[in-house]
């Protein structure tokens, strides 16, 4: 639409539409003889400040002032009327409730025609809330000089175009300068940084002005005695002009305690780390001295005695090796120094090695290792002996921390490509409070089976260091003390695991009427991807043949009551007894113990220590055999 603009005047504005305009924003209206005496009613003041007619009138109105202003109320309007000039005050106005309120009063006489004056007009407006706004502020700055003083911070703002800056005392006592008025140049400040610094500080200032972004930096400044200090800045833009800025500003203040405690603290940790690892070198060549001699007195003993006694002091001396080992290790990964060997591994052989490795620890302390491995391969690029390294310190973790009853699951996933590790023990478990500092160095839970345990609180720190050198990450986690504690480390794979389930393993019973060695046994079977359970007689095997129906029974033949011989004899007359592989396990081993078994119905005959691998191998060619002659 097209507006063509109509004469002045042509929408007639009166003297009412006026009155009408002031009133609509107004706290009052009102007016006074050309003397500056009210001589008329304004109901508006009246309302706002709650005076009677009596009480307005004349110089009445002064009473509606607040006290503290009043004198300079009165004072101000005389002098206007008697210069004729025009009023422009704020003060406080009473309420009709009894409260103030602030005013802004604007007044001005009228003339004439013949020039003399007719009256004052005044009108007053409610400027409360600005005032308010205005003492906020004004406390608010009170209490930041005061912060700013009391935290001893240097303040600064800089003017960028004319590149003067205005500092606080600090700043000039901070450089060591006199204290005075007025501004600085910028260069008087940056002639003052350390010349090491200097640059990147520029850099620094001049980005953070460039880009907006806060400018935040730790550096070294030079005093005017020339002791060097260091610094904490911290500055960005705070005022722009058409989007450029014009003003930068900031706060700096003294960290040279802080820096001096951090440096010396980290010399320390230096030095620590440099003995701990020439400690650890040093001790290696009298260790070896010492498992050679032993390995010299190992041949030459006869006695018992001296066996026993040899076979503990190995046994100590490897605890030792080990113990300097992880001392060596962690000394280089401190340092930065351990090179990983990377190439491609198959996790699940590392995964076996580890649990064979650890297995005779476990048998030793009479604790059960179950492992649970994926069929196929899980490949990825890694350091074998290391990454071995990290499941053995988990699995020793797991004998250590456990009771009498100990039990460690050890387990590895594939999924997508990512391995997941995981040793999840019964033992003594970790608080909650715990769980993340067990990673640290040499940090060890303060608790009795802990340090009876012995160790140096490495372990964890090595796996963690390792596990992420290999792109991984580990985890802890425990319901609680007594509760069990579980270890998940998740490592990227080269292929992907696969989705379908694995294949069920072979299901194995181990009857023998030793417990130990059925329970050894069951442990290495397992290690080899079996499933097993064990049974210490001829009836209780029977009874758990009959109801688990294995692929494989592995079975002792000198047992009290029923023995091998009768035990296999009975299955072999079950129907479902026809087609399972029965493998005997003996310290029998002439031809004539090896004719008698197979009569009875043994497909195989092995003699005790078996060699794990000839056993599985053994079960693994007749479970074969069997399916191939059945099907
Ligand atoms: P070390 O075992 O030599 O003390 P580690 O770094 O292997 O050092 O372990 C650090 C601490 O973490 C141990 O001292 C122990 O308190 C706690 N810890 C580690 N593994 C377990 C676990 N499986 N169960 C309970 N606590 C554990």
Redesign the pocket.
Known sequence: MQLTPRPNGSLVTTAADYYTLLASFAQAIWETDPDGIVVTDSPSWRACTGQTLDSYLGEGWINAIHPDDRPYAMHLWKEAVAAQLPVNAEFRLQTPEGGWRWTNVRATRILRADGSIKKWLGINIDISEKKLGEEALKKQETRTRLAVKAAELATWEWDLRTDLVHWNDKHFELLGLPVREGPVYADTFLSHLLPDDAESIKAQLADSIRYRIPYDAEFRIVKEDGSVAWMSGYGHVTAEKDGRPVQASGVMFDISMRKKAELALQDASRRKDEFLAMLAHELRNPMATIRNGLTILELKASDMVAQTTINMMNRQTSHLVRMVD?LLDVGRITQGKIELRKKTVNLVTLARQAAESVFPLFQQEGKLLEVTLPPGPVELDGDATQLTQVMI??L???V???TDTGKVLFSLDHHAYEAVIR?E?N????HRD?LAR??DLF?????SL?RS???????????KSLVHLHGGRVE?S?DGLGL??S?TVTLPTLNPGSAALPETPARLLVIDDNDDSARTLSMLLQLKGYETCTENSGPTGIAAATKQQPAAIVMDIGMPGMDGFEACHYIREQPWGQNLVIIALTGYSQAADRLRSSQCGFDGHLVKPVDIHELTEMIGSLIKQKQTTTS
């Open positions: 992880d310190n988990l020793t973790n797991g250590r921390y456990t040793v023990d033992g003594i478990g970790i715990e067990i990673f940090v060890q839970v303060d608790n802990a345990r012995g160790g140096l609180g490495l372990g964890l720190t090595l796996v802890a425990s069990g504690s270890f």
